[in-house]
């Protein structure tokens, strides 16, 4: 049994920021990768953001890049994503995800990811 908590999200205005966390807990891996997506209503899952298992590899998506910083605590088995300037565009519900021993190509496809929190909603007003 794997279960991912994020929290963090809420409401902000523009330019304004917020942080989100999600913690893992269950089964214990012995090397995953996390990763942040998000979904406006209409619209497909898209990447955000991950980290690779060390913490040394990040990536981001390009509407977020130099905005979002993510993070991750290995003793916590926590990973953080550090929002700033945030824009209207980015107003969606933002999960979390897990993949397993997963290549670092892969983490930019949500295909890829073994285990998903319930998703947490950011909302960014004028």
């Known amino acids: 049994q794997v279960e991912l908590v994020e929290s963090g999200g809420g409401y902000v205005q523009a330019g304004g920021s917020l942080s989100l966390s999600c913690t893992v807990s269950g089964r214990a891996f012995s090397t995953y990768a996390m990763g942040w997506f998000r979904q406006a209503p209409g619209k497909e899952r898209e990447f955000v953001s991950a980290v690779g298992w060390t913490g040394g590899s990040t990536y981001y998506a390009d509407s977020v890049k130099g905005r979002f910083t993510i993070s991750r605590d290995h003793a916590k088995r926590t990973v953080y994503l550090q929002m700033n300037s945030l824009k209207l565009e980015d107003t969606a519900v933002y999960y979390c995800?897990?993949?397993?021993?997963?290549?670092?190509?892969?983490?930019?496809?949500?295909?890829?990811?073994?285990?998903w929190g319930q998703g947490t909603q950011v909302t960014v007003s004028a």
């Open positions: 995800g897990v993949g397993v021993a997963m290549p670092i190509a892969g983490v930019t496809t949500s295909a890829r990811y073994d285990y």
